[in-house]
């Protein structure tokens, strides 16, 4: 048989932008720029990271390169396609720009993918939005410039080739995917996330977790079916080098993230480790995949009612976006356990090398995130955010439009599998 008539996919990917890690990293971010010969950059904040001063800091270290830059400090906690268009339409006002610097959360970094996309390209944000909410458009060429400096420990944005937004008339979450949105460059300085109070420090670092656990437990490579290189996703299933990428980020996470919650404002490795496991997970699950709890994150997010959490923004209810994809991870991972028993229990090894072992192995990863999130203060499930066992028929539809993660999932759920898997997360404890 040839490889033209192979009926299974033989073939992975896997991409990440080049990477500097360290203390004080973002005071270099002007050479690196003028390394691509650009006059002019946008640097793309909110107003809690502008109001600390890191922003003026690159304009000033842009400046000793002669390097012309403007702050946009409009970007939205958890973007929605109004906040992005917004966003677009000041940068297409004040341009053009040569390149774009991303200084913030997972909310910045995408915000400037989107502002890059859309302002090197014509066209609207639904025409790059993926299938079934928008056309799922390939953009056309190279993008511009894009250095992306995180200050949560978290999206692993840095390193991804997606951004995620909430689209807000139809009250769910989705994305745009494809590798050249990726950032030019990843600036990764640990100081700037040594003031980021406990409860965003736990949330972000909950979806490293997600990150990490869902890729390294997603659909193996080779039990898709074959692809045509034009049909080629980012998201290709879990493979030998992102298992290597997010078994990393899981030992990180076991050495560092209850440090990091309860010590933060002092542990400098304890920060470190967790930027270093926020990228690395990154570095997994952007090739990797996603799968169940941030399908499930989506519309828990996106119908939010009421719930506003300490440590964020009072001004309107949300789920910060950590909590919302980990609070039906330990009934997801239950459901997903018989199609890779060892990769479950490996990965609950891993996040708690010392974690009792219980009696139904089913049971040992769920043990061990309920644990985790117990002791950093995570919501006990999705009843603690507003949600009723009433509400889960209108979550479901959020969730199953999302068949680009759920496709990732090695045991794919129909809508009564995520009906029970919602309802049993009402309560995780």
């Known amino acids: 048989m040839s490889i033209a008539e192979l009926t299974e996919e033989t073939i992975f990917t896997w991409g990440a932008p080049p990477l500097k890690f360290g203390a004080g990293a973002a005071d270099e971010v002007g050479f690196e720029m003028s390394l691509y010969g650009v006059k002019r950059v946008l640097i793309v904040t909110d107003p809690g990271i502008n109001a600390i001063g890191a922003p003026q800091r690159i304009a000033d270290n842009l400046k000793r390169y002669e390097i012309e830059s403007e702050i946009f400090d409009g970007v939205h906690v958890e973007p929605t396609d109004d906040s992005m268009n917004k966003a677009t339409e000041y940068a297409r006002a004040q341009g053009p720009w040569d390149g774009f610097v991303a200084v913030g959360g997972g909310s910045s970094i995408d915000t400037a993918k989107a502002i890059n996309l859309l302002t090197t390209y014509p066209g609207d944000l639904m025409d790059y939005v993926n299938k079934p909410i928008g056309a799922a458009k390939t953009p056309p060429g190279q993008l511009r410039p894009l250095i992306a400096i995180p200050t949560t420990a978290g999206t692993g944005s840095e390193s991804t080739a997606m951004c995620v937004l909430d689209i807000l008339s139809m009250k769910v979450k989705t994305g745009i995917s494809h590798w050249r949105l990726r950032p030019t460059l990843a600036v990764i300085d640990p ?151 060892q990769r479950h229990l490996r990965a609950a090894e891993l996040m708690d090398p010392r974690a009792d072992k219980v009696n139904d192995p089913r049971e040992q990863l769920p043990s061990v995130l309920i644990s985790l999130m117990r002791d950093i203060g995570i919501p006990s499930g999705i009843g603690a955010v507003g949600y009723t066992e009433a509400d889960v028929p209108d979550l479901v539809p959020g969730t199953m439009k999302q068949q680009r993660l759920l496709a990732t999932c090695p045991k794919v759920p129909t809508e009564d599998d995520i009906a029970d898997i919602l309802t049993k997360s009402i309560s995780n404890w």
């Open 191 to 341: 100081l700037l996330t040594m003031s980021l109070p406990p409860e965003v420090t736990a949330s972000a670092g909950m979806d490293i977790v997600c990150h990490a656990v869902e890729s390294y437990t997603a659909r193996w490579y080779r039990d898709f079916d074959r692809k045509k290189p034009e049909e080629r996703v980012t998201y290709c299933g879990s493979n030998p080098v992102s298992d290597l990428w997010c078994e990393k980020a899981m030992r990180l996470l076991a050495q560092s993230f209850r440090d990091a919650v309860h010590r933060g404002s002092e542990d400098v490795e304890a920060r470190s480790n967790m930027m270093m496991a926020a990228t690395f997970a990154g570095m997994g699950f952007g090739n990797s995949g996603v799968h169940i709890p941030h399908a499930n994150g989506y519309p828990i997010a996106g119908m939010v009612r009421d719930y506003r959490p300490s440590g964020y923004p009072q001004d309107e209810p949300m789920v910060p976006h950590g909590q919302s994809v980990s609070l039906t991870a330990p009934e997801a991972f239950r459901f997903s356990f018989d199609s890779a028993p």
